[in-house]
């Protein structure tokens, strides 16, 4: 495909197709702008074709098969969206998602009730007070009762099996409780008491794998008060 600039996302549909995102301004031999689709043969989708006005960090696919977009942008598909926004498969702008953030989006998890979780360094979210971490009801609005806030940005954000939520990023506190760039919600926002692995540097990615335990990226030398460069694995109790 030969992107003439860097290639930050790519996501795989669920027929197969390639969603790739980043700051090029031509993909496959064709202009496109940040956000393009390839064929399963990394062809261009020439019927795929959204722009956004600047650069896409990150693609997320939901269940139904919607694409939640985040990155710097402020216009996708020719529409005003402030750091996120949200297509239908086809690629045409799902209109009726526009939550808006005053500063970047981070990090987006979907959870199994369909609700969107938005890690970042914004302070507003869908027009409301939210201190870099928030969550939206699947149509896009802000989910009321979800308010813990960090001290600092989210980088970070992965859902356990049970619903509990990970965050990592570089914040020292989060709920109002000292958390060292990583912590555990409860599926309500407040601080899991239990787990307080801590890191000595900023999670940049989190990933839990099949038996629950917690690989963990980023720029720290210390996790769970172990040496461990960059790079670590937790237990699921942290």
Sequence with gaps: ?????????????????????????TLGGSARSCIGRLNV?????????PDANNTVYALTIQADGKILVRGCFTKLAGQPRNFLGRLHANGT??????????????????????????????TTLGGQPRRRIARLH??????????????????SLAVQADGKILAGGEFISIGNLPRNHIALLNADGTPDDSFNPGANGT???????GDGKILVAGRFTVLGGQTRVAIGRLHADG
Excluded: C, E, R, Y
Aim: proline share 4%; hydrophobic share 40%.
């Design 203 to 209: 999670v940049d990615s989190m990933v839990v794998q």
């Design 1 to 25: 495909p030969h992107p003439n600039k860097i290639v930050l996302s790519i996501a795989v549909q669920a027929d197969g197709k390639i969603l790739v995102g980043g700051s090029f301004t």
């Design 41 to 49: 043969d990394g062809t261009l989708d020439s019927d795929f074709n």
């Design 138 to 155: 699947a149509g896009g609005t802000v989910d009321d009762s979800f308010d813990p806030g960090t001290s600092s940005s989210v980088k």
């Design 93 to 122: 702008l799902d209109l009726s998602f526009n939550p808006g953030a005053d500063w970047t989006v981070d990090s987006l998890a979907v959870q199994a009730d369909g609700k969107i979780l938005v890690g970042g360094g914004f």
